[in-house]
């Protein structure tokens, strides 16, 4: 009998175990609060993280040669290839802000992934389709020798239409599909909130291993001209991707929407203003908040009161007029919000310094898919006889994010967390982002040397040669192989800090600011680009960036590059040390000062 007691005890106890709910307030596809057994953590992770590869290597094999395109199919300039290449990237990166707000305020994350991805595959079918009907005529053209003839303005039109369909699918599901991926792992529990740190790294990484694809096997087709088979395995990459995350389904763990967060933004600002003269309590208690637990209107988790900003405290006082109607009816949300309102504003004020000041990173970012590969297509691109394709090269920078991950995660990080004697992470974000910033300035000083070098090789006299440097395009190795390095300390550490500093109604907002830096990165080099044109051909003179790469000054403008990067390092520091953290109700902020104002030690 004690024997029939003791099984019982043991079956009751794995029984209870195995319906464990998450600590997190995730839900299942039916609503019904996640059981910890049967959702999420790595099963639906990995799931997530191969749909990520495959979207990755869909969107490169445009993306990556796309300037390429540009000149040879459609017959641009240099300069203007380069112009039209950052303004679609940035574009695809505007495109995250649709994509976060719908996700955090009506649709939630996995039905906007789904949107987005299912636009992304017909816009991918669609370039597929123009370049075979349209552009690529007469037959054979689109490589290095054989330039396209001319389209008509319909032609041109449709293949526009075609690459920004691209680029909203991609756009509106990037930052959506990382925060995602996040929502699998319940931070709130000890084992998990581990994983879910590490899926960060794992995601940037698979994000990488996805584009190696394209940039060496894609990249190689395209170069030769053959650009209807590159987008066609785009276009079917992108719909094995879709099919796998559809199939996912039974196990994902979803936050609910919180609701338009632009009206609470506006709530809290337009209460402030309301009690522009009322003076503030010495007690941050005497500021209003709701009971319970429940905190509707930021999704989840309560946040605590933080100093800053304190014309915007007054929207939390609670004046005799409220007190008066408070009998009468509930608490107008126009007229009073709450602590955690309040100071969800003050999170995302806060956080827009950082932001900015990675905006120039990106800038020197987006070299990769323009000016990097134009410098490489003006070297020797033959080894053993055997042509390698300019944007193949990007390659090493894949390459350097993957060693630079195992180095940072498993030799850095626990290095300098032994070096502070904590048992918590070595680095933050903000440190980390602060070294992805040096690095850069080194990429582009490398960069600059390299083309110094370049020029010296080449044959200015030559009217018709645009590739006769006699300099090896694996002279490019350094900057990518920095370039990629600097991603590791500066995305990776993009990414976990907006998630880990965004509340809760507004996770796939913070993902989506790292999108938009890239965006914003992208336009400020559009227009960079058009600038030093416009002041380096005066008189006569070819430019920086002219047509003919033998004929410019490409290493000034790298070198310009590096100093603005600078600048934005020491403005960096000053915001990051400005910088507070969000404090969450219940959540204890570690010994290592997770989010502190410390960048660089």
């Given at each position: ?36 057994a049967r959702t999420g953590t790595w099963v639906t992770g990995i799931l997530i993280l191969v749909n990520q590869g495959l979207a990755t290597l869909a969107f490169f094999g445009v993306g990556v040669n796309l300037v390429l395109f540009l000149t040879r199919v459609l017959g641009q300039d240099n300069a203007d290839a380069a112009n039209n290449v950052s303004k679609w990237t940035g574009t695809v990166y505007i495109f995250s802000l649709l994509g976060a707000f719908l996700s955090d305020s ?202 800053g900003f304190k014309f915007l405290d007054k929207a939390a006082v609670v004046t005799e007029n409220d007190r008066e109607k408070e009998d009468k009816e509930s608490h107008s949300s126009w007229r009073i919000c709450t602590v955690t309102q309040v100071e969800e504003v003050k999170c995302i004020l806060r956080l827009l310094p950082i932001w900015l000041c990675t905006i120039l990173y990106s800038v020197v970012f987006t070299q990769m898919a323009s000016l990097f590969v134009e410098q490489g ?225």
């Amino acid at each position: 009998m004690a024997c029939l007691n003791i099984f019982q005890e043991d079956s009751a106890r794995a029984r209870n175990e195995q319906e464990e709910c998450t600590f997190d307030s995730t839900v299942d596809r039916h609503g019904r609060p996640a059981v910890r057994a049967r959702t999420g953590t790595w099963v639906t992770g990995i799931l997530i993280l191969v749909n990520q590869g495959l979207a990755t290597l869909a969107f490169f094999g445009v993306g990556v040669n796309l300037v390429l395109f540009l000149t040879r199919v459609l017959g641009q300039d240099n300069a203007d290839a380069a112009n039209n290449v950052s303004k679609w990237t940035g574009t695809v990166y505007i495109f995250s802000l649709l994509g976060a707000f719908l996700s955090d305020s009506y649709w939630g994350r996995y039905k906007t992934c789904a949107i987005f991805q299912v636009i992304f595959v017909i816009g991918l079918v669609l370039l597929s389709l123009s370049s075979y009907i349209f552009l690529l005529k007469p037959k054979g053209c689109g490589d290095k020798d054989f330039p396209c003839g001319s389209h008509s303005t319909f032609e041109i039109a449709f293949f526009y239409l075609s690459i920004y369909l691209v680029a909203l699918g991609n756009g509106g599901y990037q930052p959506n599909i990382a925060t995602f991926g996040a929502d699998q792992f319940d931070e709130d529990s000890p084992k998990e909130s581990h994983s879910k740190v590490a899926f960060f790294s794992y995601f940037y990484l698979a994000l990488n291993l996805g584009s190696l694809f394209s940039n060496t096997i894609l990249g190689y087709f395209e170069d030769e001209g053959k650009w209807v088979l590159g987008f066609w395995a785009s276009a079917g990459s992108a719909t094995l991707a879709l099919i796998l995350f559809l199939c996912g389904i039974p196990r994902y763990r979803h936050f609910k929407p919180s609701g338009n967060p632009l009206s609470r933004f506006c709530r809290v600002f337009f209460a402030a203003t309301r009690k522009w003269k009322v003076e503030i309590p010495t007690e941050e208690e005497e500021l209003y908040e709701v009971d319970g637990d429940d905190c509707p209107e930021n999704g989840r988790r309560k946040l605590l009161h933080t100093e800053g900003f304190k014309f915007l405290d007054k929207a939390a006082v609670v004046t005799e007029n409220d007190r008066e109607k408070e009998d009468k009816e509930s608490h107008s949300s126009w007229r009073i919000c709450t602590v955690t309102q309040v100071e969800e504003v003050k999170c995302i004020l806060r956080l827009l310094p950082i932001w900015l000041c990675t905006i120039l990173y990106s800038v020197v970012f987006t070299q990769m898919a323009s000016l990097f590969v134009e410098q490489g297509a003006a070297m020797n691109t033959t080894l053993f006889g055997f042509h390698i394709p300019p944007a193949s090269m990007s390659s090493f920078d894949i390459v350097s994010v993957a060693a630079f991950i195992f180095i940072y995660r498993r030799v850095l990080d626990p290095f300098v967390a032994r070096l502070r004697g904590t048992k918590a992470r070595g680095l933050t974000e903000l440190q980390r982002m602060g070294i992805g910033l040096i690095i850069a300035i080194m990429a582009m000083v490398a960069a600059g040397i390299v083309e110094c070098f370049r020029l010296k090789y080449a044959q200015k006299d030559c009217p018709h040669c645009k590739s006769s440097s006699s300099m090896s395009i694996f002279w490019q190795i350094p900057q990518y192989v920095l370039i990629g390095a600097s991603e590791v300390f500066m995305y990776v550490g993009q990414l976990e800090f907006f998630n880990d500093q965004a509340p809760d109604g507004l996770k796939s907002f913070g993902s989506a600011l790292c999108m938009t830096s890239i965006s914003l990165g992208n336009y400020v080099s559009s227009l960079l680009v058009t600038i030093v044109m416009k002041f380096s051909t005066r008189d006569r003179m070819p430019g920086w960036i002219p047509s003919n790469l033998n004929k410019g000054h490409l290493d000034r403008f790298y070198f310009l590059l590096a100093a603005l990067t600078m600048a934005d390092f020491g403005v960096y520091i000053i915001c990051a040390k400005w910088y507070k953290s969000i404090k969450f109700e219940g959540k204890y902020e570690d010994a290592n000062g997770k989010g502190s104002d410390e960048v660089i030690v």
